[in-house]
């Protein structure tokens, strides 16, 4: 007679939970490595097979310790099973015991083959037909009635212990090929593998023609787009140029390249607290709820140069943006796990510059044995009322600052820059204008005496642009979270027949959350001012209770 072993919580509560707990199948997806990581696992090997979008494939195998019966009959099984519990020195990532709902958030019917020194078992989890109230188990069964593509990987020598994790008709329909294009990336968020020693591969088959191929993920961060880097001093910063460009329109709208020196320091000792207006360290001792613990920030954050794609791909090729991958943000991990996936938000931060900020920063403190689990339900966000999450907030928001004033300062340079050439165009307009002036007061048969008196005059005369205008633009003004019904105006009116593009100085149409602000030389208010002064601009309100 086959084994059973039930799950410790009904089929309506594992869904429930499920759903709270991942938002898509890539942070389900990502849950599973970690269960792997977990596991002492050295390796692991992602194989998704999309040919059939609504039937997808995924084979998951790790080289870790794997499990016997007696483990999932008392972990596997066991939601919510705290592991540090019995041995507090435990560094494994997971601490709640609910990963192993990411295998039933993506399948209804799943298998899972494990080896534990020469023991190798085979179980099935199929929850097609369940009704609520019935219990999930792992039904044993033979192994030679599963059919694994990635045999060969798995009866290798490197996966003497292990476990397969087999998805079958996982929905993966609504997934683009820009969002699979973008998974890559999104997994290698997830991890800190400098830190781990450890490596993930990943083989994804779109096409029938796609071969059996696994490629590691790696991190790919463009910190040769950066102007300025702060880290802790042990942190690796792969950067491979001393410089970087930054492009500017002159009075002509000839884009211009300037370079300059990338500046890289180690992170302040310690920043000011905005609120309390006290200094607060980077590392020290500070007391918790009650009990004194040593903190410490590590990892780093840089900010860009521009988050415009073309500008920034021609500093780092590694620069990559589009709407299912934003570099744009700051990482929190903890035991090389991310915690947070972006707390910039949170940052309270003003400014052009505040979203060309990334960065990844660890603080350990967050998942201190000693203190309550922090995470939020969906285990992607955490208690920002926490006083743990408090200090992190203030340390990282005085790191920001700093940043985003230091490329202000670049912005500004870059400005006087601008200003100079704009100037001797000035000069040379006004040179020529005069010369032509000369000329057309000669062929009007103005006397020569005249004409030289006069030309210098009027062209001294003339202050800044003279160019007549003959060309009209439109500046919306709008709330910011009306920025749906602009967005619709403007597409509107480039369908019939305005241009929109991303320099101020050419487009037909602007507003504040259109982008803009992306070549970064000059600050939002200073774009608008120069368009609605300078370039013939009517200005239309959308008035909403929001405005």
């Not at 190798?120 to 609520?132: G, K, L, Q």
């Not at 660890?362 to 408090?390: G, K």
């Not at 602007?510 to 602000?517: E, K, N, P, Q, V």
Request: hydrophobic fraction near 35%.
């Amino acid at each position: 007679m086959k084994n059973s072993i039930p799950f410790s919580l009904n089929y309506n509560a594992l869904k429930m939970f499920g759903r709270q707990l991942y938002s898509n199948a890539w942070a389900a997806i990502s849950e599973l490595v970690a269960n792997g990581f977990d596991a002492e696992a050295t390796k692991v090997f992602l194989y998704i097979n999309m040919i059939d979008k609504k039937h997808s494939t995924i084979e998951l195998l790790d080289n870790g310790s794997g499990m016997d019966e007696r483990e999932l009959r008392n972990k596997y099984v066991i939601i919510g099973r705290n592991r540090r519990l019995s041995n507090p020195k435990d560094m494994a990532a997971g601490r709640k015991g609910i990963g192993k709902l990411a295998a039933l958030y993506l399948s209804d019917n799943y298998n899972i083959i494990t080896k534990k020194s020469s023991d190798i078992t085979a179980w099935s989890v199929d929850v097609t037909n369940m009704d609520d109230l019935s219990t999930p188990s792992l039904e044993e069964v033979d192994i030679s009635s599963i059919k694994m593509t990635c045999a060969d990987i798995w009866n290798g020598t490197e996966f003497k212990n292990g476990t397969l994790i087999q998805l079958r008709d996982v929905n993966l329909r609504r997934l683009g090929d820009a969002a699979i294009d973008a998974l890559e990336h999104k997994l290698s968020n997830y991890f800190l593998f400098d830190s781990m020693e450890k490596k993930l591969k990943v083989c994804i088959i779109k096409n029938a023609i796609d071969e059996l191929v696994f490629k590691d993920v790696y991190k790919s961060i463009a910190f040769d787009n950066m102007s300025h880097i702060y880290r802790s001093e042990d942190t690796y910063i792969d950067s491979t140029k001393d410089s970087f460009e930054v492009n500017y329109n002159n009075k002509l709208s000839t884009n211009k390249t300037q370079l300059f020196k990338r500046k890289k320091q180690n992170f302040p000792v310690e920043v000011t607290n905005r609120v309390l207006k006290e200094k607060v360290s980077i590392k020290g001792i500070k007391e918790f709820y009650g009990k004194e613990k040593e903190y410490i920030l590590t990892g780093w954050i840089g900010i860009h140069s521009s988050i415009d794609n073309e500008t920034s791909r021609k500093n780092d090729e590694r620069y990559i943006k589009n709407q299912f991958y934003n570099p744009n943000q700051i990482r929190v991990y903890v035991r090389n796990k991310l915690a947070n996936e972006n707390i910039l938000g949170k940052l309270d931060l003003v400014g052009t510059y505040a979203n060309y900020l990334e960065g990844e920063v660890s603080f350990e403190i967050l998942d201190d044995n000693d203190f309550d689990d922090i995470a939020t339900s969906n285990r992607q966000e955490f208690s920002i009322i926490d006083e743990r999450v408090t200090l992190l907030i203030s340390l990282l928001r005085g790191i920001a600052t700093q940043l985003i004033a230091r490329r202000q300062e670049l912005a500004n340079e870059v400005n006087e820059i601008k200003k100079a050439e704009d100037e001797q165009i000035r000069a040379k307009e006004k040179s020529t204008f005069e010369q032509e002036l000369h000329n057309d007061l000669i062929s009007a048969s103005v006397p020569v005496d005249i004409a030289n008196d006069v030309s210098p005059i009027i062209a001294n005369k003339l202050k800044g642009q003279y160019e007549l205008k003959t060309s009209y633009k439109l500046f919306i003004s709008h709330a910011k979270k009306d920025r749906m019904f602009t967005d619709f105006i403007s597409h509107y009116l480039q369908h019939r027949g305005f241009k929109w593009t991303n320099d101020y100085t050419t487009t037909d149409i602007f507003y504040s959350s259109d982008g803009l602000d992306i070549t970064g030389l000059t600050p939002l208010s200073g774009m608008i001012r120069e368009m609605i002064l300078n370039h013939n601009t009517d200005i239309l309100f959308l008035l909403h209770e929001t405005f």
